[in-house]
T-cell receptor, first 113, second 114 residues
Framework: DADVTQTPRNRITKTGKRIMLECSQT?????MYWYRQDPGLGLRLIYYSFDVKDINKGEISDGYSVSRQAQAKFSLSLESAIPNQTALYFC????????????FGPGTRLTVL | AQSVTQPDIHITVSEGASLELRCNYSYGATPYLFWYVQSPGQGLQLLLKYFSGDTLVQGIKGFEAEFKRSQSSFNLRKPSVHWSDAAEYFC????????????FGGGTRVLVKP
């Protein structure tokens, strides 16, 4: 089984809808991250969490919110989806050591019409 | 703030030829550097990483990278490319001075010709 899983893998929705993307991990890591990938822009950090009670905004958090339900679960929500949120979304985890090697899920492809 | 530049958006290489992907970074302290590969429809897989020590690091799938502090570079190389190396490659920089977050470059897409 994969160490980092994301659901759904693909989602098509309409402008104004609320969407939740879910991430689960079995690596026992404290740190979890949400990124979005756009062509030519690489991965940009949306939110990150260093433990269950710690939530931090990344560089592009506007229009997004997160919930850290447990050490193993970190969800990303789009309260009112808009077309420019169409992207590939990745969840990642890392341990709390100094090197921050991150392990990625398979991604969720989100299309907002 | 840290940043990563991958100057080549696309590279096309013949199978069996050598490959070099460029990565330049900006970081205010000793960087931790990573190369990830993303195969079509897949997540990101770590190829190799540099934290300290020997500036030539070996990774999986026959890849290596060389850290050059004077040039702020961390270029990725492979002596002989296989068709399965067709993918997108991302360089990333991070470390304690960055709040233990990674910053990624824009990626280089590699196409392999038969």
């Amino acid at each position: 089984d994969a160490d980092v899983t994301q659901t759904p893998r693909n989602r098509i929705t309409k402008t104004g809808k609320r969407i939740m993307l879910e991430c689960s991990q079995t690596k026992g890591h404290d740190r979890m991250y949400w990124y979005r990938q756009d062509p030519g822009l690489g991965l940009r950090l949306i939110y990150y969490s260093f433990d269950v009670k710690d939530i931090n905004k990344g560089e592009i958090s506007d229009g997004y919110s997160v919930s850290r339900q447990a050490q193993a679960k970190f969800s990303l929500s789009l309260e009112s989806a808009i077309p420019n949120q169409t992207a590939l979304y990745f969840c990642a985890t890392s341990d709390d050591g100094p090197y921050n090697e991150q392990f990625f899920g398979p991604g969720t492809r989100l299309t907002v019409l | 703030a840290q940043s990563v530049t991958q100057p080549d958006i696309h590279i096309t290489v013949s199978e069996g030829a050598s490959l070099e992907l460029r990565c330049n970074y900006s970081y205010g302290a000793t960087p931790y550097l990573f190369w990830y590969v993303q195969s079509p429809g897949q997540g990101l897989q770590l190829l190799l990483k540099y934290f300290s020590g020997d500036t030539l690091v070996q990774g999986i799938k026959g890849f290596e990278a060389e850290f050059k502090r004077s040039q702020s570079s961390f270029n990725l190389r492979k002596p002989s490319v296989h068709w399965s190396d067709a993918a997108e490659y991302f360089c990333a920089v991070g470390g304690p001075a960055a709040g233990n977050k990674l910053t990624f470059g824009g990626g280089t897409r590699v196409l392999v010709k038969p």
